[in-house]
C-alpha cells in the first residue's frame, strides 16, 4: 500500500529572527508558501492506484422510512463501480449517543445516524446512498438517478413553532444549563430603569474555504484517511469504533486544512461513508462533498432567541441580569451552545439569572461555529446594554465600566487576569470614541448618516491536553512532534518558536510535524484551546530534554557552547523527550493530566476579552449600510507571533460581520430542506464588504498560562454584531434586535 510521502513544511523566508527571540517575533506562516503557491495537498487532494470517486445521495423528507430505493438506473452509468444503500453497504458498529464527558474527550460524531445502515430518515439532506465510479463527472451524473419513495412522519423543522415546546437545556462539563444569584426576577420588577427585550439570530453555516473531504483506503483490516478534521485523535477512535478494529489500525491524516470553524470539529457522514464505501469497493476511495452536500449534510449554527432584562439604579448600577435564551438541536445529536456564556462573566449584577431551552428539531443537528455560545450571547447582551445606556442617558463605555465585577461575577473566583477597562479606555482613545456625539441619526456626512458603536469580546480559556516529542539531533536541529491541526492559524509556527527559544536555539532548525494521527496524539482544535493546550506540553518536553543536554554538557565539558555539541562529543546522534505515551497506561495518564489541569485552571476565572469599536454607514436613501472603520482592543495574554495573531483576530472580526450583516441559514418551514446551501444563497462578505480592520492588543501575561498565552481564536468574532447593531442605532435610530441586519430593517 502506498502512503503519501509526508509533506515537510519549510519555515518560511523571514528566518531573521533572533535565537533566544523567536516568541513575539512576527514570523511569516509556515504553511504559507505551500498554501499560497498550491504545493500543499489538502485531503481531497491525495492520490492513489485505483482511486474511485464517490457522491452522496440525500433525503428529500425530514422524518420517515425508505420504503423503496431504485438504484438500477445509477447503477447503469458508465464507471459506476457500485451503488450502496441501506440495503446493500456493509454493516458496521452502531454509534454511540453523543455524551457529555465524551465531547471533551476521545469520539464525538455529529449524529447518531447509522447512515446507510438504517431505513430512517431523521432530516432532508441526510446521505441515504453513496455512488461509487471511477470518475467524478460519473458519480456525480449517477447520484441524481438514485430514487427513493418514503413513508413520511410528521417533522418539527419550524423553529418558531417548536420554540413552546423547548426543554431545559443540561448544559455540559464546562457550562451548567442554569446560573442564579439573588432573585433577578423580583430585583428587574423594583430596578429604577429597566430594559426586557428580545434578540433573535439565525442559523449559520461556516463555509470554510475548503469543502469537506475524505479519502479513505484499507489494506486488510488497517484504515488510512485524508480527512478534513480539526479533532484526528476523536476522528480515529470514532471510525475505529464503528469499523470494529483497534484505534492503532486506523490512520487519520489532516496536514493541511482551508478553515474549519468547528464545522470540521464533529465526524461527519462523508467520512464515515468513504470508509464504508472504500470497504465495500475494496478500491480507495474520494469523497469530497460539494459545497451543498457540506452545508446539508454537516452541522452549523443553531438559531436563537433570546430575552435580555436589565435592572439598574439610576446611577447606572446592575440590579438585575436576565438572559433566557431558546436554541435548537437535532434529534440524532447537536451541541450545546451556551449562550448565557457572557451573562455569567462580563458584569457584577447584583442579582442575575441565566437560562436556556433546548427545542429538538429534525434537522441538521447544530454544531460549534466559532465562538459558540459567545457570538450569539455577545451579541443580546451588549446590544441590551448599549439600550439601557441609552435609558440611563449615559455613556455605553461608562455603563460598562461602572459594573465592572472585581470577582466572577456568578462563582465568586477571582480573575486570573482582567483588562477590560483598559481595553475599552485604549480602545475608545484609539478609536476617537470623544467625537461622538450620543445623539442618535446626529452624525452625517451627505447622504451617509454616521454612526459609532462598541462592545465587549469574550471567551473563555479552555486547556486540553496534549501527548509532544522533541528530539535534539547532533546537527543542532530540532524535531517537535504532535497531532494538532494547521486550519491556517499559524498553529505549527508558533510551536516552532516556542521550541526553539525553549531549547536555546535558531528558529529555522526547528521542524514541526502535525497533523497525523502516528504522531503524539495533539488536542482537538477548537475552543481556541489548541496553542496553550500544545505549549504546555512543548515546554515541558523542552524543559526535560534540556535537563538532559545540560547533564551531557557537563559530561562531556561542553557546557557554554551550542545545546548540540553535547551530543556530537559524547557521540550520541540525537536525545529526546516526551510527554504522554500511545499506550493503554499512556492514555490513562493523559486523562490524569487533563483533569488535573481543567481543576487547576477551574480555580480561576480565565478568559480572553476586549472591546469592539465599529463605524458604520447607512445611506439615508438606500438604506446601504457599509462599515467604514474597525477598531479591536484585545485582552489576550502574551502574543507569540504577531503577524497570525492578528491575522487571526482580524479574520474573526470579518466572521463577526457576516453575522451581523448577511449571513443566515434559511430553511423552508414546510419541508425544513436548506434553502442556503451554496454560496449563491447564504452570503458570505466579501473583500469589498471589508474595511481595513485595526487589531490590537494589551500583550500582558496570564500568569497562570504558559508562556502566559491566552487562546485567541474566537473571541474577535465576539461583540462584533452588537457593535455593529448599535452603531446602527447610533446612525439611524433604529434598533435592530434581529439578526441580519438587512437593510430593509433599517430603512
Ligand atoms: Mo472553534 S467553534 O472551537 O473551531
Redesign the pocket.
Known sequence: MTTPAKTHIAPGPDASVPVGGAVGHPVDRRDGRAKATGTARFSAEHRYPDLTYATLVHATIARGTITHIDTAAAAAVPGVVAVLTHLNAPRIKPPRKPNIVRDLGPDVSGTDVDYLNTDQVFWDGQPIAVVIATTSAAANEAAPLVEATYDKLPARVDFAAEQKNATPAKGDLTFAGVAKKGDAEAALAAAEVSVDLRYTTPGLQHNAIEPHATVAVWDGDHLTVHDTT?SITQSRRYLAWRFGVPASHVRVHAEFLGG???GK?AVWPGTVIAAMAAKAVGRPVRLALTRTAVNRATGGRTASTNRIALGATRDGRLTSLIQDSITRIGSTGGQFEPTGSPARHLYGAQNLLTRQDHAVMDLMPNT?????GEAIGTFALESAMDELAYELSMDPIALRMRNEPETDPTKGKKFSQRMQREAFERGAERFGWADRDPEPRSMRDGEWLVGMGTAAAFHPVLRLVADVKVRLSDDGSALVQCGFHEMGMGAATVQAQIAADALGIDYEKVRVEYGDSALPSGPM????NQTATVATSVLAACAELTRKITALARRTGTTGQEPAAALRAAGTPFLEASVGSATRLGELRSQGRFLSTFLKDQRRSKAARGAQFCEVRVNADTGELRISRWLGMFDVGHIINPKTAASQLRGAVVMGIGMALSEQSLIDPRNGRTMSAGLDSYYVPVHADIPPIDVDWLDEPDRTMPLGIIGL??VGTTGVAAAIANAVFHATGRRVRDLPITLDKVL
Open positions: 480539526q474549519g470553524f468547528g470539529f460549534w461555529l466559532r465562538a459558540p482544535a477548537g475552543n481556541s481564536g474566537e
